[in-house]
């Protein structure tokens, strides 16, 4: 078992940047994979990015060059450095650990970004 747990969230205006943080604990040994996704409302979830145990990472096109995933203290923390926001970014953001056959997920930080 794995429980993330995100913070950082909050109110900020566009053109603005937050920083999330997510801190994994329990089986952090099986973890492979973290990452930030997010649900905008009346939209479905949606990968915002995605950070491995070798660095590898991969962003949606949406973000790239304003967010950057970044991870510390080995496999347990990841970050998301949102920059730049727009008001589009608005959503309740997830953190995701990702081990051999399960997804465990965090219970959301919501961001909202005012025009």
């Known amino acids: 078992q794995v429980q993330p747990v995100e913070s950082g969230g909050g109110l900020v205006q566009a053109g603005g940047s937050l920083r999330l943080s997510c801190a994994a604990s329990?089986?952090?040994?099986?973890?492979?994979?973290m990452g930030w996704y997010r649900r905008a409302p009346g939209k479905q979830r949606e990968l915002v990015a995605v950070i491995t145990g070798g660095g590898n990472t991969n962003y949606a096109d949406s973000v790239k060059g304003r967010f950057t995933i970044s991870r510390a203290n080995a496999k347990n923390t990841v970050y998301l450095q949102m920059n730049s926001l727009k008001p589009e970014d608005t959503a309740v953001y997830y953190c995701?650990?990702?081990?051999?056959?399960?997804?465990?997920w965090g219970k959301g930080t919501l961001v909202t970004v005012s025009s």
């Open positions: 995701n650990c990702r081990t051999d056959g399960m997804d465990y």
């Open positions: 329990g089986s952090i040994f099986s973890i492979n994979a």
